[in-house]
Structure formats: C-alpha cells, structure tokens
C-alpha cells in the first residue's frame, strides 16, 4: 500500500519532493480526494480551490526539479475564510459578504505564494471570527474530527479541523483572543498567536484591530516554526506590523531547554482548573523540569480582569470595523430598500448573525456618549496593568507555562445560549493578546474523554524563538503515542 | 435692543499632497468616477489605512503659519456615522489632540487689524462625491475624493459680522495658498466654509442659539449668507420668538438660508484612538525644520513692500495678495524697475491683460525682466508711456524684448529737439486761434497743442521735450 | 451602573443601524444587562495614574512618502458592486437630512 502522504507533516514532505518519493501534483490530489471523502463529515472547508490548487502543485513540482523549492514549496494548505484572496470567495462566513471576491490578495497569502504554497481553499470560522465554538458561522457547523458531537473551537475552527484531519498539512487562522490556540488545543494540533504586529494583517479582514493576529496551525512544533519563517516579517502597508528582523525559527528547535525558567502563574492553577486538563499540564511542566527547565511560580494579579477588558475593547473596535458592510460597494444588499436608512438597516439586520450583532451592540454601547469613560477608557487603563503584569512576571522566568483552555472541547449547542459562559472560556488565552506577547497551544494528550488538550507557552514580546525551543523540546520528549482522530 | 452677533468658522481645506492620506491613489478627483480608489480608499475589507508624511508636514505648516502650538504628541482617531460617502462608515480624524491648537489670524476690516483665535487644525480625511444628476431614483457614488487629505481649521467665536468673516476667509486662503498646500477652490470644494452664528444682546456673556450655515460656494456669499441669517435672527428674537439649533443651507438665488431640517438624534460619534496607525510625535526638531521651510507670509511680506518699496498700504496688500503676484512684482523690482513704476504697471495693465486673457499671474507670458527693460525705455526716455501701452499686448504675446519690438515698429520716441522745434512750429501755425489763447493766459491751450503735435508724430514724440518746446516757441513768436 | 434599558438598546441600535425585532431587543436588555454587570467589576480596579493602552505597540510615526501608486481598475473597484453603472456605486436616492 501507498504511504498516505496527506498525514505527513510539511517537512515530511519536502523531504519527499526532494527524494522524488512523491510529487506535488500527487499529495495535492490525494488531499482533495482526502476532502471529499472526509469534509462531510468534518465541514471545516467552505470553498474548495480544485483547479488552482493543481495548477499550483504543478508549478511547485516544477520549482522542486529547478531546485528553487522552499520548504513550504508544494505543500498543501488551508486558509480561514477572513483572509482575503482573489481566488475564490473571502465572505469571513458571515451572508453580508456572501459572493464577495477580494480585489487583492493579502500579505500573508501573497507570501505563501512566493513560497510555493499549494492553497487548498478556505475553511470555516465563527462569523467574523466572533465566537469560541464555529458555530457562529453563516455556513456550516465545523465538527471536532475527536469526537463529531463536540465543536472545534473558535474561531478558526476550520483551521484547527482541516489539519487534524488531515484535509490539509497546515491552515492559517486568526486569533484575537484564543482564536487559534483554543481551537489547536480542543483538536490536537499545533496553533500559534505571534507577537502583535510580527505578522501583517494587511488582507486580515479586521474584527479587534488591536488584538487580532495571523499565526499557523501545523501538525507539529517544527512546521510551525516553517510557517513562521515564511509569513513573519515587516510590510509596508501595515502601520502596525514591527520593522524587526525576523531570525530563523527552526534554530529554536533544539529539543534543549536546560536553564529556561517556566513561570506558572498562580491565577492559572486555582481549584476552579479542571482535574483532567490539570494532570495533563502538570505531567507537560514535569517533563521540561526532567529537561533542565526551572518552574517558578510568578504573578499574573490582573487576570480575573482580562476578560471584561477583552469583551469591552474587542466589540468597541468591531463596531467600527464592521460599520463598514453596508452594501454600497460590496456584499450582499437588502432587496428593494427605498432609501438610505432602509439599506443600511436591513442589509445589516438581515446580513449579520447574531452573535455579531450582539458584539456590534456592546461595542457601540461602551462607546456611546456618558459611558466612554466607565467602559472604553476605563479598559485600557486595566489593559496596560494586564500588560504590566506580563512584563513583571518575565523578569522571573523566561516563558510561561499554562493550560490553553480550562476544559477540553464541549458539545455542540452546550454554551450557545449562554454568551457570557462562552466568553469566560478564553480565560487563559486573551490576556495574551492583551499585553500582545506570542503564544503556542501545543498537544499535550488526551483526556478520559478522549479528547485532546492543550499546553500554552507564552513569550517576551518577540521572543518567539523561546516559545517554540519550549514547545519542540516537550513535544520532542513527551513520550506518548499521539494517535490519530477516529474517522475513516 | 442692541445685538451683537458671535461667529465662530470651519473651514475644510484639501491638501495637495500628490497621493492621498492613507492610500498611494492620486489626489486628482476630477478624473473620471471611481478612478483614482484602490482597496483602501474604498474601505474594502482587510485594508489598513497607512498615513502620508507630506500630509503631516503640510498641517503641521499651515499650524506655524496660522501662529498655533504643535501637539508634541498627537494621534488619528476614529469617528463613526453612517453616510454613503464614508467608505468605512467612520472617517479617520483627530478627536481631543490635534496636531495643532491655540493661533490666531489678523484681519483687516475697515482699517482695523483685529484678531481672530484659532481653536484647532486637524487633519483628516476627505469623503467620497455623491451625485444626484445620474436620472433614475439612485445616487451615485465617487470615491476618488475619498481619502483626500483634509485639514480642518476652527476658528474662536471671535467674528462679529459678515464683513469679518470675509475678511477672515480670505486672510486664511491667502496664507494656505502661500504655503502652497492648498489650491484653495472654492467651487471644486477643495475649500469648505461653514459657519456657526448666534447673536446675543450687547453686553451678554452666554452665547445664543446658534445655527450651522454650510454649503455656501463663494466668499461673498458666506458674507451675505451671515449677514442674512444675524437679521433672521434678531427679527424672530424681537419678536419675541426662539431661534432653533439647525443646519441651514444658503439659496444664493433666492439670497436667504433655508432650514435643512435639524438632525433627529444629537450626534454621537464614538470617537476612539485608531488602532491601525500609530500615534503622531512632533518633536522641535521636526517642527523646526518645517517652520524653516515656511515661506514668508503675506502680512509680513506686505509690511516689507511698504517699508522697502515705498509703496502705499493699498499697493503693498494688492501686491502681496498673493504669492505668485508678489513674486512677480519683486522679480520686477530685482530687475532694476523703480518700484513705484513697477507697481503700477502690474496692477493697472498687465493685471488687465491678464484678466483678459484669463491668464493667472503666475501663467504671464511677459517675463518681469522684459517689463522691467520696458519701464527702463520710458525712464531714460526712449519711449512714451502711451507707446509702452500700446506695444504691451504684442509684448506679452510675441515674447519678443520691448527694444526689438519698438525699433521693429520705429516706435522710438523723437527726443531730437531740432525735430520737434520744425514740427511745433508747423502745430502753431495750423491752429492760430489756440496759440492765441495761450498767448493770452489761457495755460490750458497747451495741452491742445500738445495733443496736436503727438498726433502729427503719431504718438513718438518725448511729451516732456515737446511741452517745453511748444512753451518756447509759444513765447518766442510773442516777442 | 449597568442598568441597561429597552430604550438603551434602541438609541444604541440606531448608532448601530440595526433593525430588532421586539423579542430580539427583549433578549439583548437581559443579554447585554449581565455582560455590563460582569463588566462593572472593573470599578473595583484602581486606574488612578495608570495610561491608557491605546495601541498594541510602542510605536510611533509610522507614514508613507507621498507617492502615488497605480489605482485599480474600475472594473475591479466596481467588481463587488450590489449596483452599479459601470462608472457609479449606486445607492437609493439620498436627499437632504439623510
Ligand atoms: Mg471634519
Ligand atoms: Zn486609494
């Protein structure tokens, strides 16, 4: 029997197209077929790019025989639905932007191109990426390829999905306030948040300007740092992209961390911390230690505030960025509108899901006049101590250590009712975002319930590399049989 | 009773920066619909606004130039409402740190310098153009005036009348025109006056009701969109009535304000820092290089033109009017003109020439060295100034030099007094009866003869050498 | 303080340019009502001295030169259109006060 390239990892597969063992053309066709046998199931693609993707595996095999390959050359990827790209749709699975094709390609994508990417299509995500679960989407509910009654997580949890199961090596996601590390973590795979303005968000369409951020979901810590080094890196069109240069990530991954000083942060690790994400956590911490690393204890005493502080500034930024789709120059329009009011209000009535609608609200309310100050300024005061706190502990350790979610995936339609429930799911993953530092969520084995769970690595602004030198080294050590998702 | 009214200006002025505030799309708003727009300036989704650092250079120039203190640090926020010529339904502006505040502009109105504050300078950005000619029941949208960089001057509640504002308005554009920022065009909305009036009985503090005059195309139609609105409303305070906080709109047809309708709701802009573009610092080194790139301004230049040139204050503020004129003037001034001369030959003729040609100063095909060597051939007397008019339009459009054309045309003056003794004798003998006259006291005769004579030379005879000559003459035969 | 009312929720809808039906908006007093009242635990926080955190990075005067790039083609600019002209982005009639 054939080897089953669509599980192998991107280098896995450079390796490969560079032995002759395998050609683009053929992995890119064995992941469509992969797709359409799978997708059914999993629904995590919601535009699927056939032709061009074949048309550019076969490009990439012909960069593989030039020997001009990069390492991401040939290789096949998802994209989440909110990165524009002029092939195909970019509709951020929300019916306002259904049809919508991007003039432009964003950074990113153009990027991946440069590299030699084999882009597969795009895949679901909560709307606008205003959720935790992906059931927000217009489109489609993305199921949890461990267990198809519970939910991937959001909001790229198409992202998360394609990748662990095997629909595509890697996916690029988005993530403002968990929305890639929660949903690596309740699908088993690698997800990670650089630091703010490491990566353009040209062609990111906006939800949180402030917080949002492109980063990678790969089968293991290597690809991710691969990824890395073809997206990262300063863009002219992105005011808030860092002009830093941007070192080789792979020489972060030395399995080594002897001197690397974890910081468990004392808020994380209550009584409230679920017994089976806890044993799986404290076993990730005892293999670091058993690597040379030191646990110290720091400090994280803002965090019981993070959240409030999140809702606030994420929604008052959405309010405005949304504002936008109002069906004058793109999207889907209200029918037969007599005037101007009508158009914005039934286009935007009839073309947002709830959900956004219940963020657009919140985030205008805390803007309005009398409550700016009580609500919006108030939040950045407390984001900049949120912040604060992150620069004090660092001077204890070199990362922090944390599960990446309290509990492992729940059940499709357990918290949709229940905005504020789901909110306080990403408890350990925004604060993160709002002191702008880098992250991973990294697999860190499965629960009773048989569903995976998620160890975070946090980072100094920048300092990605020792997020990734953490991340590899227990990955590399962890010690057990990882196994595959329970599909076909 | 006595009113007095209180008016504060906003005055949108575009800059002309060569790409727009946040995109690399070009500024020219007249090309033809949807042109100039690219993903940003169309607010489609995923584009990121990134700022012009001309368009920061030139603000924080017309903030020297109107005397404000620079913000050292400042910051672009967002301001959101719902219009369709807002391609992001939030326009990107500056809320509580502009990048310059607290100046003030001198006017002249009546001979009287008087201050006016200036408030603040933001800048922001332009919208979109709708149209409403288009037939059928849609408004068209143009976005190639969104994103246009746009400065925002308020002025203090300083003005007292339409005369003031006039006189305002004008002494603003002179400035901006003079820092070159800005063409200033009314009519193609590149600069936009509202004003804000209210009146209130002399010697009251609190201000009145106000209301908003916008949307008025001229200067003078500001004026007497002012001055109608303070008589509306001391005609509905006298009698007895309210004035209504609204938006009027000025019918230059009809010459009043019309209401255009008070807005339902009180604005609520949920103004909030942008977070897509980073905070603004001026520090003195920045500003310091910017105010040595300040051109000198027309107040001190006109007060120079005074004290240097000798000229009247009424020469001295036509001249300096604009940049362009008084760049022309010194180039004539540098090319030996006596300033006097030069002053008037530019005011009165070129000016009317080029009026006709509707040329602007700037655009004048005489070059000022060649009108300088043209006042220098009737200083040293080689032509008349009759002569030097009829030639200027052939000068002005031949390009030839004033010497080559006038020996061309053998237009040069007869200064030969042996020449014109033989002629004046002819002239006197032509016209006994005012001979006569002057012979017998009437000095006015002699301008008769005079004229005679010029006419009997076509025009090239020196007029000073031919009245004396005709003087003596005159004399001689008495004796 | 989070004291959200029916009212609020149709001046903040209308800012918003939303239409709600009558139970959505029922639904948002009592959904909005407890995300506010979660979100007034920031009182107890003390912010005296404390600047806001208006950007994500320490970064400042971040600008273009003043070039001018290719625009898009109409076609393009016009592409998405709900309705267009060809040259316009067309809209219902806007009159005065809109
Ligand atoms: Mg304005
Ligand atoms: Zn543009």
Redesign the pocket.
Known sequence: MDREWFRMTAHELADAFRNGDTTAEAVAEEHLARIEKIDPQVQAYVDVWQESALDAARDADARIRAGTATPLTGVPMSLKDLLCSTEGTTTCCSHILDGYRSPYDATVVERLREAGAVVLGKVNMDEFAMGSSTENSARQTTRNPWNLKCVPGGSSGGSAASVAADEAVYSLGSDTGGSIRQPASCCGCVGMKPTYGRVSRYGLVAFASSLDQIGPFTKDVRDCALVLNAICGHDKRDTTSANLAVPDFTQALTGDVSGLRIGLPKEYYTDALGGDVRDRVETAIDILKDRGATPVEVSLPHTEYAVAVYYIICTAEASANLARFDGVRYGQRAANVKDVRELYHQTKSAGFGLEVQRRIMLGTYVLSSGYYDAYYLKAQKARSLIAQDFTKAFEHCDVIVTPTTPTPAFRIGEKIDDPLQMYLSDLFTISTNLAALPAISVPCGLTTEQLPAGLQVIGRPFDETAVLRTAYAYEQHRGFDWGRPPLG | MNYEAVIGM?V?VELNTRSKVFCGCSTNFHAPPNTNVCPVCLGMPGTLPVLNRQAVEFSVAVGLALDCSISRWSKMDR?NYFYPDLAKNY?I?QYDLPLSFDGAINIIVGGETKRIGITRA?L?EDTARNTHTLGGGDSGVDFNRSGVP?L?IVSEPDIRSGAEAYAYLTALKQILQYLGVSDCNMEEGSLRAEANISIRPVGQEAFGVKTEVKNVASFSGTQKAIEYEIARQRQILENGGAITQETRGWDADRGITVSQRSKESAHDYRYFPEPDLAPIVVDTAWEEQIRAGLPELPQVRRARFEEAFGLSPYDAGVLTASREMADYFEAVVEAKAPPKQAANWIMGDVQALLTYRELDIADCPLAPVELAAMIGLIENGTISGKIAKDILPELMDTGKSAQDLIEEKGLVQISDADELVTVAREVIAANPGPAADYRAGKAKALGFLVGQLMKATKGKANPKLANEILARELGSSED | MAQITLDDVDYVAGLAQLTLDEATKERLVGELGSILAYMDKLNALDTTGVEPMMHALDMTNVYREDEVIESLDREAALMNAPKTDGAYFLVPRILEGD
Do not use: A, I, W, Y
Request: aromatic share 0%; proline share 0%.
């Open positions: 906003e949108h301001k326009q502006s933001h922001e746009l925002e």
